[in-house]
């Protein structure tokens, strides 16, 4: 009771004492809350760098489906080509074949 003998200043310790505890409690939840944001901002790099990670796997699997499908296309016009060719020879050499087997191209469509 002798803060109650001295002048009745007992108020402006504990006042002194709430705000010493409120600011060391508003000190830790800010250290804190910045310590979950720099791990989040970590994690959001890992998510980021990841997402890149898959995304690069993911363009380079399908030029490799383009690249394939544009072999096959490239092949598959090199021989209808030779068969067009093949085509255009009996026209000039040998026409009645051509009529035989252009009748029997168009009846297989």
Known sequence: MSLLNKNGL???????ISISILSLSTTIMWNETKKENRELQVQLKNLTSQRQIND??????????VDSIQTDLFTSQ???????MGLHFLLERKPNEYLVIKNYIDNLE
């Open 10 to 16: 007992w108020w402006l310790s504990i006042t002194l």
């Open 78 to 84: 090199t021989i209808n080509g030779k068969y067009e």
């Open 56 to 65: 690069s796997l993911t363009i380079d699997s399908l030029n490799r489906v």
